[in-house]
């Protein structure tokens, strides 16, 4: 009973998440499904994208938190169109909030949607939200085993972000343990190393996102 169940939420979910990903490639919109744990750094990534693309880049972003809109307050400043949806309690988005939330936009001002969804790595994989694709945003502090503890997320993402890598010299982060449990899972995935903090490899992650608008827009 309980996988049926499970089944028919999939299967609704999957229904809702097909109109969004049609009406958003209609609209000529590139929606990113950011996915990491708490604390990983995508909120701080945000801030930096907005901070050197949002003058050439019409950008939006679908805040995804449990509780509070504080990531949303934090995102305000760069006069961005943003929608705050709390999940009360659960522990992922779904496609048909994000059809609510996508209402609230002027979708033909907008060229790339950011969802920064709840932080945790096992449910916001399995449900698709209509996005372009998934973002992996992970840091060093929480150790190199998280592509072979949580392949889904790295089967399924486009890209992988690694933040805090300035924290390497003081934590047991193995890169060649990381990258070789990443590529067994997804040879074809993109890694870009970062520090969104100090800045170290943003200009890798813009040209990357820029690149992906390019291609998004020719189809």
């Known amino acids: ?38 604390g990983a750094g995508k ?28 990531d949303a307050q934090r995102l305000k400043k760069y006069n961005i169109p943003i929608v705050a949806i709390n999940t009360e309690g659960g522990c992922h988005l779904d ?8 209402e609230h936009f002027d979708l033909d001002a907008l ?10 790595l096992i449910c916001p994989s399995q449900f698709d939200l209509g996005e372009t694709f998934k973002l992996a945003v992970v840091s060093t502090t929480e150790g190199d085993d998280k592509p072979a503890k949580y392949p889904m997320l790295f089967s399924e993402a486009r890209a992988v972000i690694l933040n805090k890598t300035d924290l390497i010299p003081f934590t ?29 490899g943003l200009g890798e ?3 990357w996102l820029r690149l992906q608008l390019e291609e998004f827009s020719a189809g």
């Open 1 to 38: 009973m309980e996988i049926r169940i499970m089944k028919n939420i999939l299967d609704r979910n999957q229904n809702k998440a097909e109109e969004v990903r049609s009406l958003l490639k209609a609209r000529k919109v590139m929606m990113i499904n950011i996915i990491s744990s708490p």
């Open 43 to 70: 909120t701080t990534l945000l801030e930096r994208t907005c901070e050197a693309m949002a003058g050439e880049v019409r950008m939006g972003v679908i805040e995804g938190d449990v509780t509070t809109d504080r």
């Open 95 to 102: 496609s048909n909030s994000i059809s609510k939330a996508v």
């Open 111 to 120: 060229d790339l949607l950011f969802v920064e969804n709840v932080g945790n």
């Open 172 to 200: 047991n982060f193995s890169m060649d343990s990381f990258t070789t449990d990443m590529a067994t899972i997804n040879p074809g995935i993109i890694l870009i190393k970062t520090s969104a903090i100090r800045g170290e």
């Open 205 to 207: 992650w813009f040209g």
